[in-house]
């Protein structure tokens, strides 16, 4: 009898390494185990302040954080050698900088309506980790958009109406209520939550069980 997929809710942001490195995990997870999996990606900005032309990633660490340029390059080494093992290719560079993903996040709900959330959200991590590319430009927002297939013109439109504006707030408002104050935050089956990355092995325990557990049936 096949198993019923585990619904994922996940809420992320695009510039957060944690939530790329926790989907990995969790596919990996998924394909070990033989748990389907489906997911859902949800809006988290982890810098709404952050103006439109961005900020050097090393420079809003140690603002943010307080860590040393020693303790910023060790970190980010952690994470080159953590995304080698799960085939991401962080580019981290001196130059690397971090931006504002409010229209990011309007163009992913967009795309949510066509079904292909995914796609772009995954090209998205893909552009900014891999090719440091800046994704708060509409530009190459666009331009991502028509790589996984959805109409440029279209998601032109969307970005310079700020159409999904207000229900990105909306969004990030639901969350930030449940008590959601970092990502990823992942919501298994609307039972379970989970914060960061978790690693495979939690992930693979955790859809075992809840493949296991009775689900509840809609009357």
Known sequence: MPIEPIRVDIVSD???PWCIIGYRQLVMASKETGVPIVTFWHPFELNPDMPRKGELLSEHIARKYGSTPEQS???RARLVELGAELGIAFAFSPESRIYNTFQAHQLLHWAAQAGRAQDLKLALFESYFARAQDISDPEILIATAALV???GQDARAVLAESRFGETVREKEAFWTSRGVSGVPTMLFDARIATSG????DTFS?????????PREVAV
């Open 14 to 16: 695009v510039v957060c």
């Open 73 to 75: 390059a060790a970190a």
């Open 149 to 151: 297939g959805l109409n």
């Open 197 to 200: 990355a978790q690693g495979v």
């Open 205 to 213: 325990t955790l859809l075992l069980r809840l493949a296991r557990e």
